[in-house]
């Protein structure tokens, strides 16, 4: 099992990125994803989860509006479509493969800052 994150980088406040992160090693059609943040000196917080079809998301509170995920089953990719982004967006982002056991990506690093 595989999992890359790419997209990350240095945004200023009220900007938009767009992460990917591409999976392998498994049926990708059969497993919802995950996308987590990890701020300094904070634990990893769940961001955003969607189901195997694309069908059913739901995001946390903080990024509600904001953030879209989707995914790709064709191309084994997971999405995450980041806009009016905010200083407190400032972290580094995993994509997760959900059930067990779970598999995590190496992480890309989002900054927001002026």
């Known amino acids: 099992v595989q999992l890359v994150e790419s997209g990350g980088g240095l945004v200023q406040p009220g900007g938009s990125l767009r992460l990917s992160c591409a999976a392998s090693?498994?049926?990708?059609?059969?497993?919802?994803m995950s996308w987590y943040r990890q701020a300094p000196g904070k634990e990893r917080e769940l961001v955003a989860i969607?189901?195997?079809?694309?069908?059913?998301?739901n995001y946390a509170d903080s990024v509600k509006g904001r953030f879209t995920i989707s995914r790709d089953n064709a191309k084994n990719t997971v999405y995450l479509q980041m806009n009016s982004l905010k200083p407190e967006d400032t972290a580094v982002y995993y994509c997760?493969?959900?059930?067990?056991?779970?598999?995590w990506g190496q992480g890309t690093q989002v900054t927001v800052s002026s």
């Open positions: 997760r493969r959900n059930g067990l056991p779970p598999y």
């Open positions: 090693g498994f049926t990708f059609s059969t497993y919802g």
């Open positions: 969607i189901s195997t079809t694309g069908g059913s998301m």
